[in-house]
């Protein structure tokens, strides 16, 4: 029976039959999510907006496709998705191998472009709460993010996103939660103990945690206190304030955009706000997971 | 790419601005070739001149007249800005 779902993520509350594992409390914008009845292919319909060619073990090949007054995103090995962000609305390829993956995907480039047609702006980063504000950690793949996003887990810190965060703007920039999962490397989830998390699935070498539900909180926005941008291994920790201009180097290859001129000047005035707006950190530190509490500390502590 | 006091320029279409902080000048964004160049607050304050109507000994003359504490060589500084911007495609 579809209904409102009881939960949020990213500021939505699904309307939905399906059964969700990462949402937080407290209610959002309405998002109808259904899955289709049948497999759906790459259906050639549409124009081609953007490609994600893959990279091995990284990264599937996506391709885009603006679709009416939406987006058709085909997913390698997943099928369809059917995205309209005004309504806004996502319909999830039927037979999903996984109702969790499944979940994972929905709240990935689906819930961007929705997030996106909000007003908000997408940034490749995890997010943690730190005393009531919320503390980027902003890098590209396989710098440490979620590592280190699980490090503040451990020191008891609220995780508001493990992997792409969502920022508003309220004018003052603010991070709407989403997802409360963490995909923890397996090396890493075999030596970190996750206290307050469940592990509910594995693939891609990661573990994937569900955070305890009484971790969560809702999605309500937290002001952002700090952009942390992770920086190479060092022997000693270092953190040193980065000049915006500086900074934006960094972020524009991390935040979402389409290859329009449009969505680019949207993108390019959302993270030059973001980098005027608050304290931007270089974070060098060593690699080692017994070093991880230490450097949790010093982001509390310093950033 | 030499820009003369008579010269007019105008900013390209396909480049967006914004201000950072005070004191931190700003960023241009070329939107077909997707760089960026950081610019600073005289920088600023040139480019938010450009309309297409001023002349660059115009514009170096408000220039003079907005800073405080303007350099003498004000023109000398404005003028190869101006020429670094046409030589990136920024304005025309």
Same mark, same amino acid.
């Given at each position: 029976?579809?209904?409102?779902?009881?939960?949020?993520?990213?500021?939505?509350?699904?309307?939905?039959?399906?059964?969700?594992?990462?949402?937080?409390?407290?209610?959002?914008?309405?998002?109808?999510?259904?899955?289709?009845?049948?497999?759906?292919?790459?259906?050639?319909?549409?124009?081609?907006?953007?490609?994600?060619?893959?990279?091995?073990?990284?990264?599937?090949?996506?391709?885009?496709?603006?679709?009416?007054?939406?987006?058709?995103?085909?997913?390698?090995?997943?099928?369809?998705?059917? %995205?309209?962000? &005004?309504?806004?609305?996502? /319909?999830?390829? *039927?037979? !999903?191998? $996984?109702?969790? =993956?499944?979940?994972?995907? #929905?709240?990935?480039?689906?819930?961007?472009?929705?997030?996106?047609?909000?007003?908000?702006?997408?940034?490749?980063?995890?997010?943690?709460?730190?005393?009531?504000?919320?503390?980027?950690?902003?890098?590209?793949?396989?710098?440490?993010?979620?590592?280190?996003?699980?490090?503040?887990?451990?020191?008891?810190?609220?995780?508001?996103?493990?992997?792409?965060?969502?920022?508003?703007?309220?004018?003052?920039?603010?991070?709407?939660?989403?997802?409360?999962?963490?995909?923890?490397?397996?090396? %890493?989830?075999? &030596?970190?103990?996750?206290? /307050?998390?469940? *592990?509910? !699935?594995? $693939?891609?070498? =990661?573990?994937?945690?569900? #955070?305890?539900?009484?971790?969560?909180?809702?999605?309500?926005?937290?002001?952002?206190?700090?952009?942390?941008?992770?920086?190479?291994?060092?022997?000693?920790?270092?953190?040193?304030?980065?000049?915006?201009?500086?900074?934006?180097?960094?972020?524009?290859?991390?935040?979402?955009?389409?290859?329009?001129?449009?969505?680019?000047?949207?993108?390019?005035?959302?993270?030059?706000?973001?980098?005027?707006?608050?304290?931007?950190?270089?974070?060098?530190?060593?690699?080692?997971?017994?070093?991880?509490?230490?450097?949790?500390?010093?982001?509390?502590?310093?950033? | 790419?030499?820009?003369?006091?008579?010269?007019?320029?105008?900013?390209?279409?396909?480049?967006?601005?914004?201000?950072?902080?005070?004191?931190?000048?700003?960023?241009?964004?070329?939107?077909?070739?997707?760089?960026?160049?950081?610019?600073?607050?005289?920088?600023?304050?040139?480019?938010?001149?450009?309309?297409?109507?001023?002349?660059?000994?115009?514009?170096?003359?408000?220039?003079?007249?907005?800073?405080?504490?303007?350099?003498?060589?004000?023109?000398?500084?404005?003028?190869?800005?101006?020429?670094?911007?046409?030589?990136?495609?920024?304005?025309?």
């Amino acid at each position: 029976m579809t209904g409102l779902v009881d939960g949020s993520c990213y500021g939505f509350q699904p309307v939905s039959d399906l059964a969700f594992e990462y949402l937080r409390g407290g209610g959002g914008e309405a998002l109808a999510v259904a899955e289709e009845q049948e497999a759906t292919g790459e259906n050639g319909d549409g124009v081609l907006v953007t490609e994600w060619t893959p990279i091995p073990g990284r990264r599937l090949w996506a391709r885009l496709y603006a679709d009416g007054s939406g987006y058709r995103l085909w997913v390698e090995g997943y099928g369809s998705f059917a %995205v309209d962000p &005004h309504a806004p609305s996502v /319909r999830l390829p *039927a037979g !999903a191998a $996984s109702a969790v =993956r499944r979940e994972e995907r #929905l709240w990935g480039i689906p819930a961007m472009l929705c997030f996106v047609a909000r007003g908000d702006l997408p940034l490749h980063a995890a997010a943690v709460d730190v005393g009531g504000e919320a503390v980027l950690l902003a890098a590209p793949g396989y710098f440490g993010k979620t590592t280190l996003a699980a490090g503040f887990d451990v020191a008891g810190h609220r995780v508001l996103s493990e992997d792409v965060s969502c920022i508003r703007f309220l004018p003052e920039p603010s991070v709407v939660p989403g997802p409360a999962m963490l995909r923890v490397r397996e090396d %890493v989830a075999d &030596h970190l103990v996750l206290p /307050r998390a469940e *592990a509910v !699935a594995s $693939s891609d070498n =990661r573990v994937h945690f569900s #955070l305890d539900p009484d971790r969560r909180g809702d999605s309500t926005a937290v002001p952002l206190r700090a952009v942390v941008l992770l920086r190479g291994a060092d022997d000693e920790i270092t953190l040193d304030r980065v000049p915006a201009a500086e900074a934006l180097r960094d972020l524009w290859p991390l935040s979402f955009r389409l290859p329009t001129h449009a969505d680019r000047e949207r993108c390019f005035h959302g993270i030059a706000q973001l980098a005027a707006s608050v304290r931007l950190w270089n974070l060098r530190r060593p690699m080692r997971l017994d070093e991880l509490g230490r450097v949790v500390e010093r982001i509390v502590a310093d950033a | 790419m030499h820009v003369e006091p008579s010269t007019r320029l105008v900013k390209d279409e396909n480049v967006a601005f914004r201000r950072l902080a005070q004191g931190e000048g700003g960023v241009l964004l070329h939107l077909e070739s997707g760089q960026y160049h950081g610019i600073n607050e005289v920088g600023c304050l040139v480019w938010e001149l450009l309309d297409g109507k001023r002349t660059v000994s115009e514009l170096v003359a408000v220039v003079r007249e907005t800073t405080v504490n303007a350099p003498a060589d004000v023109a000398d500084q404005v003028i190869p800005f101006l020429e670094s911007l046409r030589e990136r495609g920024l304005v025309r």
